[in-house]
C-alpha cells in the first residue's frame, strides 16, 4: 500500500507539471529562452563528479538555499530535504533524524557523522552539532541518506558534509549584514573577501542574539571564521579553515501537555528558578594539503583539533566538561583502465582521539535568593578517552556507456579508556569493540545523461554514547554493542523538458539490529542496553522546476516529500513488550514546498510550507503530538546604488498562520512527582524579521 500511494502521488505530480510547462510554453513563445536548472556539482571527495552519477539519495542545500529564509536558524531549510527531519527548540537544543535514525535520542544528535571541509563535527561521544557555525559561512551542505557513505565513516543515519565558504570573486569584497526580528532577535554580520592568483582569503564575524519567547530562553551567540588558500597552484593547493564559537542560551526546558495547551510561554519551574542555561566556548581548526601525483593519482590530506569548554548550570547539578579532540585523514583518488573501460578508486584512512572530562557539582540555586544557579561542592569527575580509525576505499567501474558498478569497504576500530576520580577514584578502565567491517555495493544505469537509475545495498552501525557505555555505578558497560543494519536502496534521477524539471525518487528498507535504547535511571542518567530491532522503510521523491515567465519574472518551484513506515520490529523493554509499535520520534510523513519568484528588477519573493505529521512520544504509543502546518514568506528587493555596491532589503514572516505547534519533542519523557511527562518543546509562533545588507567590490 506504501508503494501504491506514493507511486500515485509521483505519477500525478510528473503529468501536473508537464501539463503545466507545456501550456506555459505555449504562451510564451515570443519570450526568451527558459533557464536551465543547474546541475548540481558535489563535493570533491566524492568518487563522483555531480549529483546525477551518484548511486545514493543526497540532499544538497546550495549557498542561496541556506540563506533563503532569515538566516540565523538552519531548521527550516534543513527539513525542506525529504527523509531528514530536524527539530529545534531556542536555538541551544537541536536532533537531527534521518530516515528515523536517532529519532529516540533524549538529546542532541547522534548516530550521524557530520564534517566541516575535513574537520569532523561529531565528538568522541558520538554527537554531533552544526549550528556552532554561522549560516552565512557555509558554501553548500550535502546530508548523505543512509550507510552509503564508506569513506565518511558508515553511520547508519549518514553524514552531513559541509564546504566552508571561500573567496570566488577575483579582488577584495566587503559585505556587511544588519536583521532584526520578534522576540528581540538581532543579528550583525560582517565579511572580508580577498582572491588572488595564488592564494584567498574569507574572514567574517557574526553576532547573534535574542530575548526568546518563553521564559528563560535569553540567547546570545557570538563568532569568528577564517578560511582559504595558499600556495594555490596547478597540481597543489593548501587549505585553511578556523571558527571560533561563543555561545551562552538559557533553557526554558520541556513542559507537560497541560502547560503547552494553556500556557507555551512558560518554561519548565525548576530550570526558571535555577535560571538553567547551557555556555561554551569552541574552537576548530584544520589544514587540508591537495596534490597531484600524476595524471593518475591525487592525494588529499588534512590534520584538525577540535576543543569545547562548557558550562551548563541544571536543576539537579552544575555540569562542566572539557572536550580536546585531534586527527588526521588522508585519501588517495585516481582512475586507471582495465581492457578500456575507465576506472576510478578511492582508498585511505582516518585517525580520531578524543579527550573528555566531566565533573559535576552541586547546584544550590535554592539557596541563592533568586538569583539562579550557585555551584556548590564538586559531586562526580570522569575522564575518557577515545580513539578510532577508520580505513576505507571505493570503486567506481564504467562496465559500459550506460551501467558502472560502485563497490565500498569501510573498517572500523574503536578504543576507550574510563577513569573515575570522584565520587572514589577508580583503576582505568580499557576496552574495545571488536573491529566492524561495512561493504556497500551500487549498481548504476544511465540511459541518457538526463536519466539515472541505481540500486544500493549496504551496511553501517553506530557507536554507543558516553552514557550509553556506562553502568548505573560508572563503569563500562561491556555488554553493549553498536547498532548495526543492512541498507537497501532504488532510486531514479530525471531531468525534463530541457532541463527545466528536475525529479527524483528513493525507495528504502533497512533493519537495525541490537537496538541502543538509553533507559533513564536518574535525572541526567541514562544506562544503555541492546534491546532489539527496529524496521525503517519509506519512499521519497523530490520535484524542482523552473519556469521563465516572460524576460522580467522567472519562478521556480520546488516539492519534497517521504512517506515512511517506522517500527519496532522486535523490542521488549523492562518486561513491556512495544514490538509492532511506530518508533517514538519521528513522523511517518513530511511534504515540504516552495515557490521563489525572481524579476529583472531585483524585487523576489519566496513562500514555503511544512507539513509534518503526528509523532509518536512514548515507546508504548499512549501519547502522540499533533500534526502541523507552516508556511513562511519573504520578500525582497536588490539592487545597484553605485558602480561596485549592492544592496538587498528583506522582509520575511514564518509561522504565517500563527500555527501551534512542538519543534522539538522529548521522547519517554519521564513525570515528575504528580505531573504529567514534559514532552513539549513549543515552537515560535507567528514571528516577522527585515533585513538590509550592503556588498562593495573593490
Known amino acids: 500500500m506504501l508503494f501504491k500511494k506514493y507511486c500515485f502521488l509521483l505519477l500525478v505530480l510528473i503529468v501536473s507539471q508537464n501539463t503545466f510547462a507545456q501550456e506555459e510554453k505555449g504562451k510564451s513563445i515570443n519570450t526568451a529562452q527558459p533557464e536551465k536548472l543547474e546541475e548540481v556539482i558535489i563535493s570533491s571527495f566524492h568518487i563522483n563528479d555531480s549529483l546525477q552519477n551518484a548511486p545514493a539519495s543526497i540532499g544538497i542545500l546550495s549557498k542561496k538555499e541556506l540563506i533563503q529564509n532569515n538566516a540565523t536558524d538552519i ?30 535520542t533524549p538529546y542532541g544528535t547522534n548516530k550521524i557523522r557530520a564534517f566541516y571541509g575535513s574537520i569532523p563535527l561529531t565528538s568522541g561521544n558520538s554527537e554531533t552539532v552544526i549550528d556552532d557555525i554561522d549560516l552565512e559561512n557555509l558554501n553548500q551542505m550535502e546530508i548523505i541518506k543512509g550507510p552509503l557513505s564508506s569513506i565518511y565513516g558508515a553511520g547508519l543515519g549518514g553524514a552531513i558534509l559541509i564546504s566552508p565558504q571561500l573567496s570566488k570573486n577575483n579582488g577584495q569584497t566587503a559585505s556587511i549584514s544588519s536583521l532584526f ?41 557570538e563568532g569568528i571564521t577564517l578560511a582559504g588558500e595558499l600556495f594555490r597552484r596547478q597540481n597543489n593547493k593548501l587549505t585553511y579553515f578556523s571558527n571560533y564559537t561563543y555561545l551562552k542560551g538559557y533553557i526554558p526546558s520541556s513542559i507537560n501537555k497541560e502547560t503547552y495547551d494553556d500556557n507555551p510561554k512558560s518554561g519548565a519551574s525548576t530550570w526558571v528558578a535555577s535560571k538553567g542555561f547551557k555556555e561554551y566556548k569552541s574552537t576548530l581548526a584544520g589544514l587540508a594539503y ?55 578508486f578511492i582508498f585511505g584512512m582516518e585517525y580520531f582521539t578524543d579527550n573528555y572530562n566531566g565533573n559535576t557539582f552541586e547546584n544550590l540555586y535554592k539557596q541563592n535568593n533568586g538569583q539562579g544557579s550557585l555551584q ?33 569497504l569501510n573498517y572500523n576500530e574503536t578504543h576507550f579508556e574510563l577513569t573515575n576520580f570522584l565520587p572514589q577514584k577508580t583503576a582505568t578502565e580499557k576496552y574495545r569493540y571488536d573491529g566492524i567491517f561495512s561493504p556497500q555495493l551500487s549498481l548504476l544505469f544511465k540511459p541518457n545523461q538526463q536519466q539515472t537509475f541505481y540500486f544500493s545495498a549496504s551496511r553501517g552501525f553506530s557507536l554507543p554514547a558516553t552514557e550509553e557505555t556506562l553502568t548505573s555505578e560508572g563503569k563500562i558497560n561491556t555488554s553493549i554493542k553498536p547498532e548495526n543494519g543492512y541498507n537497501f536502496e532504488v ?109 529583472r528588477l531585483g ?54 498562520t500563527n500555527e501551534k505547534y512542538a519543534s522539538l519533542i522529548l521522547p519517554n519523557a519521564l513525570p515528575v512527582g504528580t505531573s504529567s511527562p514534559r514532552y513539549y518543546y513549543p515552537g515560535l509562533p507567528v514571528n516577522y524579521y527585515g533585513t538590509i545588507s550592503l556588498n562593495y567590490l573593490f
Open 75 to 104: 531548521t527550516n531549510v534543513v527539513n525542506t530535504i525529504p527523509g531528514v527531519f530536524m527539530q529545534s527548540s531556542n536555538f541551544t537544543t537541536t536532533r537531527i533524524s534521518i530516515r528515523g535514525i536517532g529519532a529516540r
Open 181 to 221: 526580528g520578534s522576540f528581540g532577535l538581532l543579528k550583525n554580520s560582517l565579511n572580508y573577501s580577498l582572491d588572488e592568483k595564488n592564494s584567498s582569503l574569507n574572514l567574517s564575524y557574526h553576532n547573534l542574539k535574542s530575548d526568546g519567547w518563553r521564559e528563560n530562553s535569553a540567547y546570545k551567540r
Open 290 to 344: 591537495d596534490f597531484k601525483i600524476n595524471d593518475h593519482l591525487h592525494n588529499s590530506t588534512s590534520v584538525f583539533i577540535n576543543y569545547k569548554d562548557s558550562n551548563e548550570p541544571r536543576p539537579f547539578d552544575v555540569l562542566r566538561q572539557y572536550t580536546f579532540a585531534s586527527g588526521a585523514r588522508t585519501q588517495f583518488s585516481g582512475d586507471f583502465k582495465i581492457r578500456k573501460l575507465k576506472n576510478q
Open 376 to 408: 556548590g561542592n564538586q559531586l562526580t569527575e570522569t575522564d575518557q578517552k577515545r580513539h578510532f580509525y577508520n580505513l576505507f576505499s571505493q570503486i567506481r567501474s564504467l562496465l559500459s556507456e550506460k551501467f558502472e558498478l560502485q563497490l565500498g
Open 491 to 599: 532510486g531514479g534521477k530525471f531531468y525534463f523538458f530541457n532541463k527545466n524539471l528536475y525529479t527524483e525518487f528513493a525507495v528504502y528498507r533497512m533493519e537495525i539490529k541490537d537496538l541502543l535504547v538509553a533507559k533513564r535511571i536518574g535525572d541526567d542518567q541514562y544506562e544503555g542496553v541492546n534491546a532489539g530491532e527496529t524496521l525503517h522503510e519509506g519512499i521519497e521523491i523530490i520535484l524542482k522546476h523552473n519556469w521563465q515567465m516572460n524576460p522580467f519574472l522567472n519562478l521556480n518551484s520546488y516539492f519534497g516529500g517521504s512517506v515512511g513506515k517506522y517500527e519496532f520490529k522486535e523490542f521488549v523493554d523492562s518486561g513491556n513488550d512495544y514490538s509492532g509499535n511506530k518508533l517514538t520520534g519521528v513522523p511517518s510523513n513530511k511534504i515540504n514546498a516552495g515557490l521563489i519568484l525572481n524579476t
Open 603 to 656: 524585487i523576489y519573493l519566496n513562500a514555503d510550507y511544512q507539513f509534518v505529521d503526528e509523532i509518536p512520544m512514548n515507546d508504548a504509543n499512549t501519547a502522540f503530538s499533533d500534526s502541523y502546518n507552516i508556511v513562511n514568506l519573504k520578500t525582497g528587493y536588490r539592487f545597484e546604488i553605485l558602480r561596485n555596491l549592492n544592496t538587498n532589503f528583506a522582509f520575511g514572516i514564518n509561522n504565517l
